[in-house]
């Protein structure tokens, strides 16, 4: 499988990691010339350009979109036009108009468009999702998740402070998807309203929270941002409370924030008796190694695009929940310029 690769920071790991799964990278951009040194050293023989359009040139049977934030959607409707599949990073777009053209793009593409949320692809969200899956919490009625940084103040500047670069300039709403998806994927909803906080009115851009109206009737609060006290499982902590048990990352030090606590209630046990326990997630392993905990997720959704592209099955996120979750964050922007108050999110279910 041809790949090529757009944006050469996260997209350098990931194209790293599609050569160690055997992929073919042979096309990598970026527009900062300072960044094609290193992708030289680790993608030997691949066609190295700071012009995404040189790569629309390059018989790509696909293209991982790691750049800017906020410009992924132009780009993948671009690819989409030639036949190349798309796995994007969030976001999907910038607002309902330009989901909206997204979403025709890959319908009348004959190539496929994933969403690179391996955010619900991590050990303890896989977790939750089977125990869901297979009916043992019952009807899903809330799910809390965070994505959090504990940061320094002058780290945080470091990253953020910049109003020209896409952290800096991005609403404080934005980057909503790595706690969403987890909650689309858990619940099978779709998200109808939501209503967003600044967490400190003192520092309003640190950390939001986010309360969305779910389509099955439930509740999401997300929380993302820099607080202190972030979990070592990739900065993630989901919870999944449902009519017959919990399910949620058990809050430890590192290794231990991949497990998740199940509790299930005396009264919906056939004894009478409380259950409780936790459970580690089987470790991944490629190619006779062990996966790094915190890469699993990135290495299930290169595979899973791979089956996409390769095997015609279905992709892991698919363009309308990419848009949905995305979009929350778009109304969230809104809700928060607005004193906090509810605002829909537009309906892309088709
Ligand atoms: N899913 C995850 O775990 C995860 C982790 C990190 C970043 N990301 C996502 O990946 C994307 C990139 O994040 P990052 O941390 O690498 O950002 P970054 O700003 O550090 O790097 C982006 C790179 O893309 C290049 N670039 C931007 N627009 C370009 C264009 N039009 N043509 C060519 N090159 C271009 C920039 O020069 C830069 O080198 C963001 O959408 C971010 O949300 C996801």
Same mark, same amino acid.
Request: proline share 5%.
């Given at each position: 499988?041809?790949?090529?690769? &757009?944006?050469?920071?996260?997209?350098?790991?990931?194209?790293?990691?599609?050569?160690?799964?055997?992929?073919?990278?042979?096309?990598?951009?970026?527009?900062?010339?300072?960044?094609?040194?290193?992708?030289?050293?680790?993608?030997?023989?691949?066609?190295?350009?700071?012009?995404?359009? !040189?790569?629309?040139?390059?018989?790509?049977?696909?293209?991982?979109?790691?750049?800017?934030?906020?410009?992924?959607?132009?780009?993948?409707?671009?690819?989409?036009?030639?036949?190349?599949?798309?796995?994007?990073?969030? %976001?999907?777009?910038?607002?309902?108009?330009?989901?909206?053209?997204?979403?025709?793009?890959?319908?009348?593409?004959?190539?496929?468009?994933?969403?690179?949320?391996?955010?619900?692809?991590?050990?303890?969200?896989?977790?939750?999702?089977?125990?869901?899956?297979?009916? !043992?919490?019952?009807?899903?009625?809330?799910?809390? %998740?965070?994505?959090?940084?504990?940061?320094?103040?002058?780290?945080?500047?470091?990253?953020?402070?910049?109003?020209?670069?896409?952290?800096?300039?991005?609403?404080?709403?934005?980057?909503?998807?790595?706690?969403?998806?987890?909650?689309?994927?858990?619940?099978?909803?779709?998200?109808?309203?939501?209503?967003?906080?600044?967490?400190?009115?003192?520092?309003?851009?640190?950390?939001?929270?986010?309360?969305?109206?779910?389509?099955?009737?439930?509740?999401?609060?997300?929380?993302?941002?820099?607080?202190?006290?972030?979990?070592?499982?990739?900065?993630?902590?989901?919870?999944?409370?449902?009519?017959?048990?919990?399910?949620?990352?058990?809050?430890?030090? %590192?290794?231990?924030?991949?497990?998740?606590?199940?509790?299930?209630?005396?009264?919906?046990?056939?004894?009478?008796?409380?259950?409780?326990?936790?459970?580690?997630?089987?470790?991944?392993?490629?190619?006779?190694?062990?996966?790094?905990?915190?890469?699993?997720?990135?290495?299930?959704?290169?595979?899973?695009?791979?089956?996409?592209?390769?095997?015609?099955?279905?992709?892991?996120?698919?363009?309308?929940? %990419? &848009?949905?979750?995305?979009?929350?964050?778009?109304?969230?922007?809104?809700?928060?310029?607005?004193?906090?108050?509810?605002?829909?999110?537009?309906?892309?279910?088709?």
């Amino acid at each position: 499988m041809r790949v090529g690769v &757009v944006g050469l920071k996260r997209g350098l790991y990931l194209a790293a990691w599609c050569g160690r799964l055997g992929m073919d990278v042979v096309a990598a951009c970026d527009r900062d010339a300072g960044r094609h040194a290193e992708a030289r050293e680790l993608l030997p023989g691949a066609v190295i350009t700071d012009d995404w359009r !040189e790569l629309l040139e390059q018989r790509l049977d696909g293209v991982v979109l790691a750049n800017d934030f906020d410009e992924h959607a132009p780009l993948a409707i671009a690819f989409l036009e030639r036949g190349v599949h798309i796995l994007s990073e969030a %976001a999907a777009c910038r607002d309902e108009a330009e989901g909206r053209r997204l979403i025709e793009a890959v319908e009348r593409s004959s190539a496929s468009y994933s969403f690179a949320e391996n955010y619900v692809l991590h050990p303890h969200v896989r977790l939750i999702r089977q125990a869901a899956d297979g009916g !043992e919490l019952g009807r899903i009625t809330l799910v809390e %998740a965070d994505y959090l940084h504990g940061m320094s103040p002058e780290q945080v500047t470091a990253l953020t402070g910049d109003p020209a670069h896409w952290r800096g300039r991005i609403a404080a709403t934005a980057y909503c998807t790595h706690t969403l998806s987890p909650a689309l994927a858990l619940t099978g909803a779709w998200p109808v309203e939501v209503s967003a906080f600044s967490v400190d009115e003192a520092e309003p851009r640190a950390a939001v929270a986010l309360v969305v109206r779910l389509s099955s009737g439930a509740l999401a609060i997300t929380r993302h941002g820099f607080l202190q006290g972030e979990p070592g499982s990739h900065w993630s902590w989901v919870s999944a409370r449902g009519t017959k048990a919990l399910a949620e990352s058990a809050r430890g030090p %590192a290794q231990r924030s991949w497990s998740v606590r199940f509790q299930a209630e005396g009264w919906t046990q056939a004894d009478g008796a409380l259950r409780e326990e936790e459970r580690t997630p089987p470790p991944l392993r490629v190619g006779g190694k062990t996966v790094e905990r915190g890469a699993e997720g990135d290495v299930l959704l290169l595979e899973g695009f791979r089956a996409t592209v390769e095997r015609g099955e279905p992709p892991l996120v698919p363009v309308r929940p %990419a &848009v949905a979750a995305t979009l929350v964050g778009v109304a969230g922007a809104t809700s928060l310029d607005e004193g906090s108050r509810p605002v829909r999110v537009p309906d892309v279910r088709g």
